[in-house]
């Protein structure tokens, strides 16, 4: 996180969460933000909009004058744009699945939210192509052409050279980070992550880290969280659904100021976005789970079964040898499935022969429905089938509200402290 944000946000977070705090938990910096003023966030985010608005004219200038633009379009640049205008942000690598031109759909509609007298609207735009990718570059070719436009010009910039210090110029700054995947082509979108320490607000497609962290309260969504392939109808409707984002709500909530000349919704929005997704999203906090989740008790593990010179270490050997030359005799018999009610009773014989019953695990699985997780239930050991080598009657009862079609017996191994399938990837299947 200390690498993104600006020093007037290090100064406002650690205000209110102190220098260290994201070198331990992070607990309690939602309830910190929380008790941070209106005007104190306002304030913050009218230094960042300045300080923004000056590299970009700095960096346009430069970059006019590398391209050998006149002495005027040099000098222009550098009273370009109006800190206190909403200021939308756009970049990334130009590649076709992320729609950068989806706000370019409809030139005249944003045109129009561009240049409203009363509720002015500024967008800087930034990114590269790969050189190979000339669907990419063309892309980029169709907003330079619409910058040239004598009334866009002054509410639109292009800045080139796009890398990680432009990029954390513009995370620092803008109001309002957009992102237009074609969903579920999106990898992650740290960008929108790095926005959120800023005080800056996204506007993304659910796809990505986004179609996990939005709520209402901390920013704006497009899309229906479906997948629409490369369908240009689709495209065409959620440029409109952006458009109708931007016209609506986006831009008349930064707009509405009370007598303060405070937009209390709008703070009031930014204030829950750092709250709730700037702990959550970070670096810091997924480092953390690693070591507390992997890290911490796979060396614990070690520990254990280096001790008292590898005992325990050797159990878990013999375990998997023993494992490795029984597993081939193993193999289920009659399966009973009966159903009460609202519930499920299954019983299914399972022959051992002479493994050890304890160095196995049996339980019914059905497949996760609708990204739920998939369903793990032990099934207990009952009593020992007559006349059998190592058989046994195992039961488990399971809710009636999903077929019982859609549950499988399997044995898988089991030992104290080993992880399967990493350690033993033996599994079998009722058939």
């Known amino acids: 996180m200390p690498s993104w944000d600006s020093a007037p ?48 004219r700095e960096r346009l200038s430069r970059q006019l004058a590398a391209s050998g633009a006149s002495p005027q379009a040099i000098n222009n640049a550098k009273s370009l744009f109006d800190p206190n205008a909403l200021t939308l942000g756009f970049a990334r690598r130009f590649a076709t ?16 939210l561009l240049t409203n007298a009363e509720r002015p609207v500024q967008l800087i735009i930034a990114g590269k192509a790969h050189p190979a990718d000339q669907s990419g570059q063309s892309l980029i070719q169709q907003w330079t052409h619409f ?12 800045l080139s050279d796009y890398d990680m210090l432009l990029t954390e110029h513009l995370v620092q700054g803008v109001d309002v980070w957009i992102n237009t995947p074609r969903r579920p082509w999106e990898a992650c979108g740290t960008s929108g992550m790095k926005v959120l320490v800023n005080g800056g607000i996204n506007l993304s497609e659910l796809d990505g880290w986004w179609a996990e962290a939005y709520t209402p309260e901390v920013g704006w969504a497009l899309g229906d969280s479906q997948e629409h392939d490369e369908d240009t109808a689709w495209d065409a409707v959620e440029a409109e659904a952006l458009y109708d984002l931007l016209e609506r709500k986006v831009i008349p909530e930064f707009y509405a100021r ?43 593990a070690y520990r254990k079964r280096a001790a008292r010179k590898g005992a325990v270490g050797r159990q878990v050997v013999d375990w998997r040898h023993m494992v490795e030359q029984k597993w081939a005799t193993l193999h289920f018999g009659e399966v009973k499935i009966e159903t009460n009610g609202k ?36 099934m207990k050991r009952g009593r020992r089938l007559a006349d059998a080598s ?42």
């Open 390 to 431: 190592g058989g046994y009657v195992y039961s488990a009862v399971v809710p009636a509200n999903r077929p019982a079609t859609d549950y499988t017996a399997r044995v898988i191994p089991s030992c104290d402290g080993v992880l399967v399938p990493l350690e033993d990837a033996h599994i079998l299947w009722q058939r």
């Open 258 to 300: 009370d007598k303060n000349g405070i937009p209390t919704a709008w703070v009031a929005r930014m204030r829950e976005s750092m709250a709730c997704l700037t702990p959550r999203f970070s670096a810091n906090r997924s480092v953390r789970e690693y070591n507390e989740q992997h890290y911490l008790p796979s060396a614990a």
């Open 9 to 56: 946000a290090d100064d406002l977070w650690t205000e209110a969460c102190g220098k260290d705090r994201w070198l331990g938990t992070t607990e309690t910096l939602e309830q910190d933000v929380r008790r941070i003023s209106d005007a104190r966030l306002w304030n913050f985010r009218i230094v960042a909009s300045k300080s923004l608005v000056e590299y970009a």
């Open 343 to 378: 519930q499920h009773v299954f019983e299914v014989s399972v022959y051992l022969n002479d493994l050890d019953p304890k160095a196995v695990h049996v339980e019914l699985y059905a497949d996760g429905v609708n990204s739920v997780t998939p369903v793990r239930q032990e």
């Open 147 to 158: 910058i040239r436009r004598p009334e866009a010009r002054p509410h639109v910039i292009f």
């Open 97 to 112: 699945y992320k729609r950068p031109n989806l706000l370019l759909h409809d030139p005249e509609r944003l045109l129009r």
